[in-house]
């Protein structure tokens, strides 16, 4: 059974029922740099899917590049999914300052994060690499500092 916990006003982060090892993943991000989580040890890692011409997604942008910005104990990274072109995403990476890699989202990618039926979706790993939470539909950065303020001493 999941348990829901609210992070702001209308939006959830849902719990997954036990904090589960995460199978490693390995993401190639536009720059061509390759992410490992294992590589993120220490720090709460966000993986969002996300798409240019989705509402939602365009709308917590904003906060995640914020939360990229002010945290060091976090890192995002952006999962793009459903678009026209390569040049169509990076055009609208620049655009937008985003300031966390963004993969190109593939079947390959989707094996190693999980199943996606709703844009945006977000997964959340805690510093052990733990797949700690999800969120289908838009997040905001209260949320996820809510959610990890929560977690910390535990």
Known sequence: MRKKVFGALFFALLFLPLCVMAEEFTL???QGKTHHLSDY????VLVNFWATWCPPCRKEIPDLISLQKTHQDLVVIGVAVD????????????????????????DAVFAQIGEMQVLPTSYLYSPKGEKAAYQEGALTKESIEN????????
């Open 147 to 154: 959610y990890i303020k929560s977690k910390q001493g535990h």
């Open 83 to 106: 678009y026209d072109s390569i040049k169509a995403v990076a055009d609208f990476v620049r655009k937008e300052g985003i300031n966390y890699p963004i993969v190109l989202g593939n």
């Open 28 to 30: 190639q991000d536009m």
């Open 41 to 44: 040890r220490g720090k709460w």
